[in-house]
């Protein structure tokens, strides 16, 4: 079981540091805990953004401080910055930690007190089940109940899994969401994301999944990151968002059953950085910048296939409509 073989390591770890500190004054627990638990979070290291492992060298911090003696451990679990980081991968429910997997993240968002939480939530690519397990399920309601206080999230799930996503109430922190596929298989598949209220993130992140069936507030956009999807929506979320400053658009795609040319051209007066990588498709360039206009670009990179004759002529177009005072301009053929 997860939670017992944690409680191992950590009794190990207890019985070494009880060893090598036998001879030593335990001075941090006679400093003012503020200062105590302040110097516990700068010992946070890179390990904390990785997953939750059972290897005794991947415990994450919390876990090692925890492990010192009870002292420490007491003032580990009062200290809710240390918990207000979680990532991990959702075990296949075969897995042995599957039945402890619940109890662990829900006590860890727990200790996390009201923090805004920094969550990496994924699934092992050698899963392959359609349907949803019931362990699974579970796991993504304790996350949806805490919804209120996602700051930094990233989800790299299926679809089923994402449009469970559905939060118990609107976040107040949620900066930056990130959604991606499992594995290459699902790239264009549909998606439904849509949370029991609008969510307003800072900075959107889309790999693999279609845009249309995205449910997001794009008032508070300020950096948008749409890789491996179709034009479709494309336009409209630049439109739709204000305040956004920074484009960037990688391996878009034509739907062209669905795609239409908008009537009026879209003028965007904030966005200032515009990154178009790896654009596959002859007709994805041209009916984007035709129907753009903005007079505050300063860095634009293009990743085009022929740039050449119509194409220069668009670019130069767009540039001339715009209006615009280039910093920098990165053009690369592929």
């Known amino acids: 079981m997860l939670e017992q073989k944690i409680q191992e390591l950590q009794e190990r770890r207890r019985e070494l540091h009880t060893k090598m500190n036998a001879s030593h004054d335990p001075f941090i627990l006679k400093l003012p805990p503020e200062v105590a638990s302040y110097i516990f979070l700068l010992s946070m290291g890179e390990q904390d953004t990785c997953q939750i492992a059972c290897d005794e060298e991947c415990l994450p911090t919390p876990f090692l401080l925890g492990a010192v003696c009870s002292g420490w451990r007491q ?11 979680l990532a991990f991968t959702l075990p296949l429910p075969s897995s042995e930690i599957m039945e402890d997997l619940l109890d662990l993240v829900a006590d860890w968002l727990e200790r ?3 923090l805004p939480l920094t969550l990496k939530v994924s699934l092992p690519t050698t899963y392959d089940d359609p349907s949803p397990d ?3 399920a579970s796991v993504i309601d304790a996350l949806n109940q805490h919804s209120r206080r996602w700051c930094d999230v990233e989800f790299n799930l299926p679809p089923h899994y994402i449009g469970r996503l559905c939060g118990s109430s609107p976040s107040e922190y949620l900066r930056n969401l990130s959604i991606s596929p499992v594995d290459d298989d699902e790239i264009h598949l549909p998606l439904t994301f849509r949370m029991n209220a609008r969510p307003g993130p800072m900075k959107f992140t889309i790999w693999g999944f279609l845009l249309e069936g995205v449910d997001v507030a794009w008032d508070n956009l300020v950096h948008l990151n749409l890789d491996y999807t179709t034009f479709d929506g494309v336009l409209q979320v630049i439109r739709d968002a204000p305040l956004l400053e920074i484009c960037s658009l990688s391996f878009i795609s034509l739907a062209m059953d669905k795609f239409r040319i908008p009537k009026i051209i879209i003028r965007h007066p904030n966005l200032r950085t515009l990154q178009l990588n790896h654009i596959q498709e002859n007709d994805v360039l041209p009916k984007l910048i035709n129907s753009l206009e903005l007079p505050s670009l300063e860095s634009w990179s293009v990743e085009y296939i022929k740039l050449e004759g119509m194409v220069l002529e668009i670019m130069i177009s767009f540039l001339k409509r715009s209006g615009c005072s280039l910093k920098t301009f990165n053009i690369q053929q592929n």
Request: no cysteine.
């Open 75 to 85: 003032l580990a679990r009062s200290t809710p910055a240390l918990w207000a980081r």
């Open 112 to 114: 996390s007190g009201g």
């Open 134 to 136: 019931i362990g699974h």
